[in-house]
């Protein structure tokens, strides 16, 4: 009880605190669902998004996958607590980290990830990686692209003493399907060539970066859920 009531305390602090500094635009957040098990993917563009997506989803309780480097910091150690990160190592195959992300869905639990694996900065969508796939196959979860446009403005209206216009997009749930065809490195990349298409789409044109020449339709292992 203390937990949960230091969790949605500090959480609203810091929303309150973002709000200051952003006009966030949530009205699509309503379209998430609000138990899972599911996983939700998204852009990842600076720090901003992070207490942005914890903060604006509530009351879902969300976990994520955190770069492990973050637990360096006691404060950011301190947030990944509350909001129920999950700490891994990049650049290897974390076995640890996916089966605690496994236990998630168990738990009727929601996940976010970002396929890109690191920021981007500019807001142009980088080529992602295979780990929501895997995941995602493994536990035949739905997923739910969580988009956010506006957080590549940060820096330079901070500077003009502006608030940062930022908006979530919410696209239509979806699961994967293998057909029975074995997850090789060539099927994961065509995978998630697919699933990086649903984020891609929710973006402007100018943001799709290395899906911008992709056929954004095709998406033949995808099923709406």
Not at 89 to 101: E, H, I, L, M, V
Not at 109 to 114: E, P, R, S, V, Y
Not at 167 to 174: A, E, L, N, T, Y
Request: hydrophobic letters at 40%; charged letters at 20%; glycine letters at 6%.
């Amino acid at each position: 009880m203390i937990k949960r009531f230091i969790h949605f305390t500090v959480t609203g602090f810091i929303y309150i605190v973002l709000s200051i500094l952003c006009k966030v635009d949530k009205s699509e957040i309503s379209r998430l669902p609000e138990k899972g098990p599911c996983l939700f993917v998204t852009n990842h563009v600076n720090f901003l998004e992070v207490p942005l997506i914890y903060t604006c989803v509530q009351p879902r309780i969300v976990h994520s996958l955190i770069k492990m480097e973050t637990w360096k910091n006691p404060f950011l150690r301190f947030l990944a607590g509350i909001w129920h990160a999950i700490p891994i190592k990049r650049g290897t195959a974390d076995f640890s980290a996916f089966s605690a992300a496994e236990q998630v869905f168990k738990n009727e639990g929601i996940l976010i990830m970002a396929p890109e694996g690191t920021r981007s900065k500019t807001g142009i969508l980088q080529r992602g990686h295979a780990g929501a796939v895997l995941l995602a196959v493994h536990n035949n979860v739905p997923i739910y692209p969580l988009v956010h446009t506006g957080g590549e403005k940060l820096y330079t209206n901070l500077k003009k003493f502006r608030r940062t216009a930022f908006k979530f997009h919410v696209g239509k749930p979806f699961y994967i399907n293998t057909n029975g065809e074995k997850l090789d490195s060539a099927f994961r990349q065509k995978l998630t060539t697919q699933l990086m298409s649903r984020i891609a789409v929710l973006l402007p044109e100018e943001q799709r970066g290395h899906y911008a020449l992709e056929n954004l339709d095709f998406t033949p292992n995808l099923r709406d859920a």
